[in-house]
């Protein structure tokens, strides 16, 4: 073969060479792959990655779509399904029951706020120890009281958290909580309805005293009355309507500490011969404050937590438990703005619970002008429902009774008055009606729980405190209530090397009128 012959059959140099040679397969590739060169000359390399990476992502897509809906009409995805819905409201319950529980925090500040600050210690200890009661006594017996399969009046089996879902009429898991954490839910309530005891008898119970009688309340009485409304007894089978405890919580609370300070009597010096009352001003209104607010936030696990389950219902409820709040500090602030004088911070501190403790029964059930309305109510009745049990010598130096027996009341009327069926959360059948919607009945299924509950508290109430007052005493000495509790009944105090309305009073402890009488008589 000749060099030249050679020389022809080499292949181009380069890709300008492949498109203008001569040779039939340059005349077959040059059209075929001009629309792709001027595709290129458009678009930078960036964007020419961007189509096949778009082909990719749909099929995927569609891949994962096509598999998702396969899943859900097999028997084992229904089965993840449920069961992914089960630990969600799981984890939300847990969730609710630390938000309740943190609410001891708020009433050690509330209370500690409200009362004087020789007192200060005594009132942390009542708050924090109660918890750690209520935890024990629900444990052994109360759990089982409140949802054992007894009968309609009380509850039985399944003692010291032992029984199985059955056992406590809870449904399986998933389709109902596992028994640990409805027993952790539950538990933080039994030990609100003891806090609220606390603050009626501040400043002058024996610590003692009130350690048995937390124990009997929420070992024994709360259960009980707990089992006729939300345990499967006669109460909730009669309809009535209680969905986070406006009566089943706080008006059992708030019997115990009616029945406790009327008993205890007043504190020295608070009410004169002649009808004068004399105002004991709590000592810190800015943990007070603080924990009318920790209260606040803590209601948001106290009422949605109650659904004891994640649903649409959750924020609703959180909603109308915020309107009502905000609805009663409003109006307890023009109440007592316009009743005194002047907007008093401890009656704008109970407007705001009042509205929380009143929408509590219904939260679930009204619409929201109506938990705004109930509100208004609660935070009116709640400023002059301290003037009234002032008037009858009740002394309650927090408003205890008339934040939680007095509201809890009314609270549970309401449900009765203000139920909508038309609300969004309304279940399509068996919506619950009350008075502003044509049922007359169920107001008065609510009156016959208000009464049946309050009789039964305030009877085992009273027997307890008067069985303690006639064995222990229930009251401390007139000396030990003058110094302080916290030095009489702990040995300390709250705010060492501060001056105290004891050092006036009758003298401190390194000289004052004790001291003068250890002088005089060594003299």
């Given amino acids: 073969m000749s060099r030249q012959s050679i020389t022809q059959t080499k292949k181009p140099k380069n890709r300008k060479q492949l498109y203008l040679s001569d040779g039939p397969k340059t005349k077959e590739k040059a059209p075929y792959l001009e629309p792709f060169k001027f595709i290129a000359r458009l678009f930078s390399p960036y964007w020419l990655a961007c189509i096949p990476l778009s082909a990719i992502i749909i099929v995927v897509w569609h891949t994962a779509v096509a598999a998702q809906n396969n899943v859900e009409i097999t028997v084992q995805g229904t089965s993840e399904v449920a069961n992914l819905q089960g630990y969600l409201n799981m984890i939300w319950v847990l969730i609710a029951a630390i938000l ?41 017996i109360g759990y089982s009281l409140m949802f054992g399969q007894g009968n309609p009046f009380i509850g039985a089996g399944g003692w010291f958290l032992s029984g199985t879902s059955e056992t406590y009429g809870l449904k399986p898991f998933p389709e109902g909580l596992p028994v640990p954490v409805h ?18 008898v501040a400043e002058r119970i ?44 706080h008006l059992v609370g708030g019997c115990a500490a009616l029945t406790g300070a009327a008993i205890l009597g007043p504190r020295l010096g608070k009410y004169n011969s002649d009808g004068r009352i004399n105002a004991m001003p709590g000592h810190n209104l800015g943990i007070a404050t603080l924990g009318c607010l920790i209260l606040w936030i803590g209601w948001f ?47 704008i501190i109970n407007g705001i619970l009042a509205g929380l403790v009143a929408i509590t029964a219904g939260c679930n059930l ?42 809890g009341i009314w609270g549970t009327l309401a449900v009765g008055i203000f139920a909508d069926p038309n609300i969004p959360i309304a279940p399509s059948e068996g919506a619950v009606a009350g008075l502003f919607h044509g049922n007359f009945s169920l107001i008065i299924t609510q009156i016959i729980g208000i009464v049946s509950v309050a009789a039964f508290t305030l009877i085992l109430s009273a027997i307890v405190w008067m069985a303690l007052k006639s064995t222990l005493g229930i009251r401390v000495g007139q000396d030990e209530e003058m110094e302080g509790l916290d030095v009489g009944e702990h040995g300390m105090e709250a705010y060492s090397g501060f001056v105290k309305e004891t050092d006036f009073l009758m003298g401190s402890p390194s000289g004052g009128m004790s001291g003068e009488v250890r002088s005089s008589s060594e003299i």
Avoid at 103 to 128: P, S, Y
Avoid at 304 to 331: D, R
């Fill in 100 to 140: 309740v529980i943190f609410m001891n925090a708020g009433f050690c500040m509330l209370e500690t706020g409200l009362c004087r600050q020789k007192n200060a210690v005594n009132i942390l200890a009542k708050n924090l120890i109660v918890f750690a009661l209520a935890s024990i006594a629900y444990w052994m």
């Fill in 366 to 407: 009204v619409s929201y002008w109506g938990a705004v309305a109930i509100g208004i109510i609660a935070g009116i009745i709640v400023v002059y429902a301290v003037s009234l049990f002032d008037n009858l010598k009740i002394d309650d130096p927090v408003g205890a009774v008339s934040v939680h027996l007095v509201n």
């Fill in 301 to 347: 696990g106290f009422n949605p937590g109650s659904e004891l389950a994640v649903n649409q219902a959750v924020p609703y409820i959180a909603v109308t438990t915020n309107l009502a709040g905000a609805a009663g500090g409003i109006a307890a602030t023009v109440t007592s703005w316009l009743k005194d004088g002047k907007p008093d911070l401890s009656m």
């Fill in 183 to 200: 027993f952790l839910f539950q538990v933080a309530f039994a030990g609100t309805a003891a806090t609220i005891v606390s603050g009626a």
């Fill in 206 to 249: 024996k610590f003692v005293d009130f350690l048995i009688f937390s124990l009997v309340l929420t070992g024994i009485s709360y259960p009980i009355t707990g089992h006729w409304a939300w345990g499967g007894g006669w109460l909730g089978t009669l309809g009535f309507k209680d969905f986070a405890g406006s009566t089943v919580v």
